[in-house]
């Protein structure tokens, strides 16, 4: 192996060197925050400095910001507070379903911590509108002002696709979902750190993020709540994050994903543009240099980390492979779905082709890529494609083995 070239960002980043300065101090804070003695405030206002950090980055306040283990439990908050309210209407109206918002809206390309809790909701007799997307992977905002019914409660939309980095309309559905009343929420994952978020101008009730995709370890979610909202925790017991998830604070994740989000908001726009600048190089490149390729995902508004393509007649669990014996990590679709069978359901929704579906590769970028990086994987990926196809019964039935 002659290097290792990692392009899987949007599975996880590398933890940056200055959160990993903050852990190595935040490990003496042993301290409970919900002490009253001096290790546990110690600890306390450490974590309040964090929320600080994070709400200033959004534009929320920060008693609006909840910290989770992970951004899919932040997700599951979310649907569980609205079942939680549906439950409790159910009960106060004899369960009479038509005086209670029992219906959501959300897409057909959703992280599947949005997409698997819906589908357990339905059986449990949740109605759930998936509305479909373009070929770019964007929803039409119209659409989501056609599927609202009198029982809609909660339209659920991600800021920017983890597969194919589309980003969607945010604004436009937030601004639907208010004037008819309704809560918003969006998955905005992919989308914190590498698009500016402003939650006041977005004017949206719940947004997720997670700190392993913002350089912060793994372990840590966050979840802003706009205040006011009637909210129903997913995990009781004690009064931690202001009786909103119970569950000791873990006190040196919180400060990593602090002190990441602080680097985000001196460092953001430097790095971005330096990402879009190499993401165009390999697109470009790759139009060059391997025929029968197409590009997922909307043309300008994309994340400027995320390029997903098809790679015609091949499965793209063997391009992974052989990318991965010469250094190169890439990645099939979302990491939350490896070891699946199935074929994306973000690229199904796009193009309703299997076969197109499974022979799909992400290259999510960092900051720590150069352009180096970029001239290795344009050097190596064309043989490694060649190879493959020849292989392949699909490319041989097309053109002969040629």
């Known amino acids: 192996m002659e290097r290792t070239v990692y392009l899987d960002n949007n599975a996880t980043t590398p933890v940056h060197p200055e959160v990993k300065k903050a852990i190595a101090e935040a490990i003496d804070l042993y301290g409970n925050p919900s002490s009253m003695h ?21 534009g929320a306040k920060p008693e609006e ?44 390309i959703e992280h599947p911590s949005v997409i698997h809790t819906l589908k357990c909701y339905e059986r449990r007799g949740i109605d759930v509108t998936y509305l479909p997307v373009d070929k770019f992977g964007s929803i039409d905002p119209e659409n989501v002002n056609k599927a609202i019914k009198p029982s809609t409660g909660l339209i659920s939309i991600m800021y920017a696709n983890n597969e194919i ?162 250094g190169i990590a890439v990645s099939t679709g979302s990491a939350c779905s490896t070891g699946s069978l199935e074929p994306s359901h973000v690229i199904m929704a796009l193009k309703d082709n299997p076969e197109s579906a499974h022979g799909s590769i992400r290259f999510s970028l960092g900051r720590e890529n150069t352009e180096e990086d970029i001239d290795y994987v344009l050097e190596k990926f064309p043989p490694i494609i060649e190879k493959l196809r020849k292989m392949s019964p699909l490319y041989i039935s097309n053109y002969g083995g040629k």
Request: glycine letters at 8%; aromatic letters at 8%; hydrophobic letters at 40%.
């Open 38 to 58: 001096r290790p546990g405030q110690m600890a306390h206002y450490a974590i309040e400095e964090a929320r600080e950090k994070i709400a200033s980055f959004i």
């Open 65 to 108: 910001i909840l910290f989770t283990g992970s951004g899919s439990e932040a997700n599951n908050t979310v649907l569980n507070s609205i079942y939680c309210n549906i439950y409790a209407c159910n009960i106060q109206d004899a369960g009479k379903k038509e005086n209670c918002q029992n219906h959501i809206i959300t897409s057909a």
């Open 165 to 326: 980095g589309t980003i969607q309309p945010i604004k436009e559905i937030a601004e639907i979902a208010r004037k008819n009343k309704i809560y918003f929420h969006t998955d905005a994952v992919q989308a914190a750190g590498k698009i500016p978020i402003n939650i006041t101008e977005l004017n949206i009730d719940f947004l997720t993020m997670s700190g392993h995709k913002v350089y912060a370890p793994k372990g840590i979610g966050i979840l802003y709540v706009k205040k006011g909202i009637k909210f129903c925790p997913l995990i009781y017991g004690g009064h931690h994050e202001r009786n909103r998830r119970a569950g000791t604070e873990n006190t040196i994740g919180i400060v990593a994903v602090g002190k990441a989000f602080e680097l985000l908001a001196k460092n953001m726009e430097s790095d971005n543009k330096k990402m879009l600048a190499l993401k165009l190089k390999l697109k470009q490149g790759f139009w060059e240099r391997i025929p029968d390729i197409s590009i997922n995902g909307h043309p300008d508004k994309s994340l400027p980390n995320t390029l997903n393509i098809t790679f015609d007649y091949i499965e793209g669990e063997s391009i992974l492979l052989s990318a991965d014996f010469d």
